[in-house]
């Protein structure tokens, strides 16, 4: 999918400001832009449309509308560009915490529209490229913590030496075609049956 094959829907209250995000956005390529002037109800569009960027504009953006919109911002994980008037610190804070890509303040013209929608998408993707890797990381150490704990329990109980212990498990994963997390988690969970 190409920058301009994005689905991309802009939130704004005001609709001269919305039309300068949409002609700014169509001017770079965009065929595929929905605006709606509506930030209550905007979740189920969201679920409807299933769009790639979200752009949100807010001219003076009271507690209650970013908190409605942070909500929605934790929950749809897409790149998110905000434009506002006026912000504070505890504002960014709170749309930095909320995963919004792309912050900008009192800066509103269709000529930065596209490098700001461009950078929320770079930035979002790299955000989610360090979950993954950090998920990946967590994962791949409980993994080697379950074999480490499989193969105490086979040594103790077999009486085998930890070399011995860990091709046991593999040979067992490569014979039932498993991961040996999978057999590891196996011992650990029939360990725990038989000795209480």
Known sequence: MTHRDLTILVIDENAIRASII????????????T?????HGVARIVETLRPDVIVIDIENPNRDMMEHLFQLTRTVGRPIAMFVDRSDTASIEAAVEAGVSAYVVDGLK????KPILDMA??????FSRLQRELADA???LEERKLVERAK???MKMR??????AFTLLRQTAMNEKKK???????????????IR
Do not use: C, Y
């Open 138 to 140: 967590k994962s791949a």
């Open 35 to 39: 605006v709606i002037h509506e930030v």
């Open 180 to 194: 040996i997390s999978e057999i590891a988690q196996s011992v650990v969970t029939a360990a725990g049956l038989l």
């Open 121 to 126: 998408v770079s930035r979002f993707n790299a």
């Open 110 to 113: 269709k000529e930065r529209v």
């Open 152 to 154: 105490g329990i086979l």
């Open 159 to 164: 009486g085998l030496s930890e070399e011995e």
């Open 22 to 33: 949409e002609e700014g956005l169509r001017e770079a390529g965009h065929r595929k832009v």
